[in-house]
């Protein structure tokens, strides 16, 4: 059984740098074929496609959210972070990382294309 963990800050000063960091249990993430993903939800609104890295290490974004975003990993670790840079309370949201078989980077997020997902990790940006 495949389990994702979000760990991470639950408040962040605008201007700054969010990271999170997602821990893979059950499952190595460079096992082929699949995309983990980082995925995020603001209050009343609908889940939004932040980006993935593959297991071939390629990395993809949203271009809404690309020149702000950045995905790696930490193979001895079982990890993958996602930072994201300058924010504003508008990037104020539950926060997910969840595994997929493919890239499916349109919005809003369809739960079903996604097997397994962590528990989410609220991030709230505030002075």
């Known amino acids: 059984q495949v389990q994702l963990q979000e760990s991470g800050p639950g408040l962040v000063k605008p201007s700054q740098t969010l990271s999170l960091t997602c821990t893979v249990s059950?499952?190595?993430?460079?096992?082929?074929?699949?995309?983990w993903n980082w995925i995020r939800q603001p209050p009343g609104k609908g889940l939004e496609w932040m980006g993935a890295?593959?297991?071939?290490?390629?990395?993809y974004y949203s271009p809404s959210l690309k020149s702000r975003t950045s995905i790696s990993r930490d193979t001895a670790k079982n990890q993958f972070t996602l930072q994201l840079t300058s924010v504003t309370p508008e990037d104020t949201a539950e926060y997910y990382c969840?595994?997929?078989?493919?890239?499916?980077?349109?919005?809003?997020?369809?739960?079903?294309?996604?097997?397994?997902w962590g528990q989410g990790t609220q991030v709230t940006v505030s002075a």
């Open positions: 969840a595994r997929s078989r493919g890239l499916y980077s349109s919005n809003p997020v369809d739960r079903e294309q996604y097997d397994y």
């Open positions: 059950g499952g190595s993430i460079t096992t082929k074929s699949y995309y």
């Open positions: 890295i593959r297991h071939s290490d390629g990395t």
